[in-house]
C-alpha cells in the first residue's frame, strides 16, 4: 500500500484538527468521552492540545530526545483557555511541519526517525480524536475520509500493532489475514505469530500472540476480513462498532488477530 503524499497529511492535519475544534466548542467541558472513560471534553482538548505542541517542538528543534523540552507548565483548567491552547498548538504544528522537509531526521518514538513519520502520526492522532470530540459532543461520528482512513488501516496494524522493540522477537506462523477495504480497492496483508522478549526496563518477559504486516504473500488468506476503510479503521481503533465487517475463512485464524488488536495501543 503506498503512503499519502506529505500535502495530503498536512491538509489532513489541518481539517481533522478543524473539526476537532469545531465539534468540541459547543459541547460541555464535563462531558464524559466514551471512547476514553477517564475523560472529559476538557481533557481532550487538553489532551491533543498538549500532543500537537509536543511534535511542533520537535519538528521545530530536531532535539536528540523529548526530555530537551522545557516544562510547558499545566494544562488549562478553564475551557475557554483549553481551546485556546489547542488554537495555538495546531496552528504551531502545520506551520513547522509545512516548513519541514518529510524526509529529515527527527526524533520520533518509532524505529522511523523522521519528519514523514511525524507528519502521518498526527494526521492519524487529529483524525481519531476527532472521533472522540464527535463522541462526546453529538454521540456518533461523522464520516471519514477513504484515503486516509486507508492509509489509517495500514498505519494502526504496521505502527501501533506491530511495533516490535529492540529486545523483542517476533516467531511467525504459515497463517495470513487479508484485511480488504471495499471502498478504496486497497489490502493490508497481516501474518500471524508470537511476540516473545524481556523487557529490560522492569524485567516483564512477555510470550503471547502477535501480528505483523507484510507484502501480498502469494498465497490463499486463511481469512478475510472486508469493510470500507472508514468502518475498519475506526473499528480497529474501538471508536466504531464495526457492524458492517464481514468476516470469512477460519474463524480461529481471526480470533487470534482479535486477541492481538483487543490489547490497549499504548
Given amino acids: 500500500m503506498s503512503r499519502l503524499s506529505a500535502s495530503q497529511y498536512l491538509s489532513a492535519i489541518e481539517s481533522e484538527s478543524g473539526r476537532f475544534r469545531e465539534v468540541l466548542a459547543d459541547a460541555d467541558p464535563h462531558a464524559p468521552v466514551p471512547t476514553c472513560p477517564a475523560w472529559t471534553a476538557l481533557d481532550l482538548a487538553n489532551h491533543l492540545a498538549e500532543t500537537q505542541a509536543h511534535w511542533a517542538w520537535i519538528v521545530a528543534n530536531r532535539p536528540k530526545s523529548p526530555e530537551e523540552r522545557p516544562d510547558s507548565g499545566a494544562s488549562p483548567t478553564s475551557y475557554a483557555d483549553a481551546l485556546t491552547a489547542f488554537d495555538e498548538a495546531s496552528s504551531g504544528l502545520v506551520a513547522a511541519l509545512r516548513d519541514a522537509d518529510p524526509a529529515d531526521p527527527a526524533w520520533t518514538w518509532s524505529k522511523e526517525q523522521t519528519v514523514g513519520f511525524i507528519l502521518r502520526r498526527q494526521a492519524h492522532e487529529a483524525l481519531i480524536h476527532r472521533l472522540d470530540a464527535e463522541l ?18 495500514e498505519e494502526v496494524l504496521d505502527v501501533m500493532f506491530d511495533g516490535l522493540p529492540e529486545w523483542g522477537e517476533f516467531s511467525p506462523l504459515p497463517h495470513y489475514i487479508r484485511v480488504e477495504l471495499t471502498d478504496t480497492g486497497e489490502d493490508v496483508w497481516v501474518q500471524l505469530g508470537r511476540f516473545s522478549g524481556t523487557d529490560p526496563s522492569d524485567g516483564t518477559h512477555y510470550d503471547e500472540d502477535d501480528i505483523h504486516v507484510v507484502a501480498d504473500p502469494g498465497v490463499d488468506a486463511d481469512a478475510v ?5 472508514g468502518v475498519m479503521d475506526a473499528r480497529l481503533w474501538r471508536r466504531g462498532d464495526g457492524d458492517s465487517i464481514h468476516l470469512a475463512g477460519d474463524l480461529l485464524i481471526v480470533d487470534h488477530f482479535r486477541r492481538v488488536i483487543h490489547q490497549p495501543i499504548n
Fill in 136 to 153: 462526546a459532543a453529538v454521540g456518533k461520528i461523522g464520516e471519514l475520509d477513504p484515503a486516509l482512513a486507508s492509509d489509517g488501516v
Fill in 225 to 229: 476480513i472486508s469493510a470500507p476503510a
